[in-house]
Structures are given as C-alpha cells and as structure tokens.
C-alpha cells in the first residue's frame, strides 16, 4: 500500500523567509500521482499541484515551488519570502495507478510570524 | 467552481447517538470521499464511493457506514457514536472512476463532538 511521510510536523518562520517542508512517499506502482493541498484555518482543503511520476521536471507558480526527485522518492514544497497568509496545514497525498483513492501524510503545520 | 458543501460545520452528540453527517457536490462528480482528520495522523479514508449505491471500505471503516443514493450526495452513518469519534469530518469528490490524477475537492469541515 502506498505512504505519504511528512517528518515535519509544525515550521514556525518569520515573514520573508523561505521554508521547504518536505514530503517522502512509498510506492511499488509505476505509475502514480503526488499532490499539495493547503488547509487554512478555516478548515477547507485547497488544491495545489498535481504530478506524475514520469514528470519530474521541477514547477514553479509564483513564491511556490515543487522539487520531484524519483530516485530520493520525495516531492518537496518550497514557499520563497513566506508571507503571513500562507499559515496554514500542508498535506503532501499519493494516489496510484492500481488504487486511486488517494493517501495523505499527517500534515506540516506552517506558521508565518510577522 | 466545484462545490462540496457539508451539512454542519459544528456537531455536537451524546455516546450511543445515531449521527448522520451530510456532503453534497454539485460538479456531477463521480467519485466521493468520507475522511477523518486527526491531530498528527492526517486525513485517513472512512469510505468511498464511486458511483450510485456503490462503497468501498477504506482504511478504517470500522464504526461507520455510509449511503449514497444520488450522484451528488453521500451520508456518512455513525450507527452508535462513541467518544473515539470525535473528530474532524471531510468530505470530498473528484471527477472520473479510472483517473488517479483527478484532484478531489474539499467540503469545509463538520467538527464532531461526542460527548
């Protein structure tokens, strides 16, 4: 069965700096899915990218960044000049070809301090 | 905009009580998801389904059933709640059966509480 393992359970930054938090996955599939969602403090998950594993080509959307390493089996998450809004819970998921329900690590909690 | 709304966002229920948590989605979404939050363990799968009156167990189904008698809603059951119950409650949809790359999307939450 798939695994999501995020070691990191709570980063506490000060505004502008960057922060990785860190994802590592276990998987026998071949093919597979990574995801990042983002769950404020009002509670709702929000989607944040998708990957699949032949795709490791790094992305970058704005201050978020995305470092998928297959040899490593890790997909890292990089915030660059942290802002106060970005405080949230950052779930790293799995889901896989065979099994598509999807698996989600135990969650970063990001604190962002002024 | 896909939206997942739940039918309470904080519940509050005494032990032995049958509680029926409510999702509906209004994407024409195939697939739902019931999942428990937990402080430290994440979001863990209670069920799921991928079409009308089907389920599927997921990691911890124990002490839950569900029912999905229309495409855009899907009840989670506590047939006797008890004080491990207590928890956050998401509910979530996604597109198409086969398609591991859909992304799902999140209703905001029913806190329980059981007492």
């Known amino acids: 069965a798939q695994k999501v393992t995020q070691a990191q359970t709570e980063i506490s930054v000060v505004e502008k700096e960057d922060v990785t938090l860190d994802c590592v996955y276990e998987t026998r599939d071949t093919t597979y899915y990574l995801f990042w969602y983002k769950q404020p403090p009002s509670g709702e998950l929000v989607f944040l990218i998708r990957?699949?594993?032949?795709?490791?080509q790094n992305e970058i959307s704005g201050r978020y960044s995305w470092n998928f390493q297959k040899s490593t089996s890790s997909f890292n998450f990089t915030i660059t000049a942290s802002q106060v809004v970005d405080s949230a819970v950052y779930f790293c998921?799995?889901?896989?070809?065979?099994?598509?329900?999807?698996?989600f690590g135990a969650g970063t909690r990001l604190t962002v301090k002024p | 905009d896909v939206k997942v709304t739940q039918s309470s966002r904080y519940l509050v229920k005494r032990t032995g009580e049958k509680v029926f948590l409510e999702c509906v989605q209004d994407m024409d979404h195939e697939n739902m998801f019931w999942y428990r939050q937990d402080p430290g363990l994440g979001l863990r799968l209670i069920y799921f389904?991928?079409?009308?009156?089907?389920?599927e167990k997921g990691d911890i189904p124990e002490g839950y059933s569900v029912s999905r008698e229309k495409k855009e809603r899907f009840s989670l059951i506590l047939e006797s709640a008890s004080t491990n119950q207590t928890s956050m409650y998401l509910c979530?949809?996604?597109?198409?059966?086969?398609?591991?790359?859909?992304?799902?999307?999140f209703g905001p939450g029913t806190r329980l509480t059981v007492l």
């Open positions: 979530a949809s996604s597109r198409t059966r086969g398609l591991p790359y859909n992304e799902q999307f």
């Open positions: 389904s991928y079409d009308v009156k089907m389920k």
């Open positions: 998921a799995l889901s896989e070809l065979e099994n598509n329900d999807m698996r």
């Open positions: 990957r699949n594993s032949f795709d490791e």
